[in-house]
């Protein structure tokens, strides 16, 4: 299953960073579709701890954006939007929010893989 999720501030009226990510919830990796603002690598891998679904950079434990409320591990998404919290410097962390913004159940393949394994 694929799921495309929108990454923003608590009120994207007053800050206008965001990330799309497309997940891979069979493969266990995801890719930054687009950006701006929110500085994620190209791709990564992603773990599913407790609710809380972490981006990490390839072969990294540590995570660069966690996800809160999303269980991936189920047959379909546990929630359509949560808390999200991600790296902005050294040592900041930014506070906001996910968007289950599309489900894919199907098989998709991407077009060009960015997956380097």
Known sequence: ????????????????????????????????????????????????????????????EQPLCTLRGLHVESDFPTAAQGGAQWSSGKENHTDGVWRLQAVEKNGVRPEHSVFRR
């Open 1 to 60: 299953m694929r799921l495309t999720i929108l990454i923003n501030g608590p009120d994207p009226t007053v800050n206008h960073d965001y990330a799309v990510l497309w997940i891979d919830t069979e493969e266990r990796v995801w890719s930054r579709e687009s950006h701006d603002g929110i500085d994620l690598p190209p791709w990564g891998e992603l773990r599913d701890e407790g609710g809380v679904t972490k981006l990490c950079a390839p072969t990294t």
